[in-house]
């Protein structure tokens, strides 16, 4: 009986520190996002950062409510959003794949959604609509043509995950192929805001697009929390997760169209971004393991540092002219990723 007991104290003591990391990583990032409204070409303080962030956005110092409300705070949720899908879509995939080295990317729905943007770029003009409305909602619209693709090959050939990687390595390459064409076609100043989309940058984002990427997550997570054991126990292998009764294509076909959903989401208003789907599963991993319930907000809090912590880098430095967020996560998750290998070869 006091075996029992101490297994008990022993995983009640196991969650209590795995949500205490959750709970640390958290406070990292909102230490972040307040450093990502502080910096800026406009040079604004802590001090009035914190009495603009009280005051709201009908403050009386209507320049401090401008910049921080309307043209900053826009910018710094999106980055939390995106990167919050793109870390839970990163971890999923990595799941339902059985591959350490699967992203968004891995199934071609990134390239996909650079095609819809830009198709719209290019023929933007003989559209019915506006060009700031037609590129997210022709990027989106590509990234679930990609994910029905890539659903009608694992319907019709089974869900393995082999199967899945080389039904998405054929959409990468189809997608990247389409995208190429539109290059060589376009005029050379089109073909400028085509390459600045596929950077990826927060410089898009708005209210507007804050409060479409909100409903997506909130529309995806129920059904994404609802598999969380499921997903657990799919990490323990295939014939495991099927000896408890679990449907496992079936639930790697669910799982497929809630990450082509968040990826199309975060892509689909700041452009292809990459690194962040792979570089924040491992972590969250190595900082709660493999218990999803756990996983899960911890990917989506990784994602979301990577990228605010991404976007400060870009203002720091170059104030004036931003880097678009796209090229600092690129540029920082080679050596992440380097790191992630060297600790899983110590294990």
Known sequence: MSLVATERSGFGRSGLTRAAAVMAAFAVLSALMVADLVTGPAGLSLDEVLRGLQDGPAGSDRRLATILWHLRMPQTLMAAL?????????LLMQTILANPLASPYTLGFSAAAGFGAALVILFGTALPVATWIGIPVAAFAATLIAAGLVQLVARYRGAS???????????????QSLQSLLQFMAAP????QIVFWLFGSL?????????????????????????????????LGDGNAASLG????????????????????????????GFVGLI???????LVGEDHRFGL????????????????????LSPGAV????????????PMLLGVILMKGRT
């Open 82 to 90: 995106v990167g919050c899908a793109l870390g839970i879509a990163g």
């Open 161 to 175: 995950p082999e199967m899945l990687v080389l039904a998405g390595i054929a959409v990468l390459f189809f997608f």
């Open 189 to 192: 100043e089109v073909l400028q």
């Open 203 to 235: 410089l898009k984002a708005t209210w507007t697009s804050v409060k479409v990427l909100t409903a997506i997550l909130l529309l995806t997570l129920p059904f994404v929390l609802r598999e969380v054991w499921s997903l657990t126990a799919l990490r």
């Open 246 to 273: 679990l449907d496992v294509a079936a639930l790697r076909r669910r799982v497929l169209v809630m990450v082509a959903l968040l990826t199309a989401g975060a892509v689909s208003f700041t452009g292809t971004i």
């Open 280 to 286: 924040a599963p491992h972590v969250g991993r190595a």
């Open 297 to 316: 907000p911890m990917a989506g809090i990784m994602g979301a540092i990577v990228l605010v912590a991404a976007s400060v880098t870009g203002k720091i």
């Open 323 to 334: 880097i678009p967020v796209g090229i600092i996560t690129a540029v920082a998750g080679i």
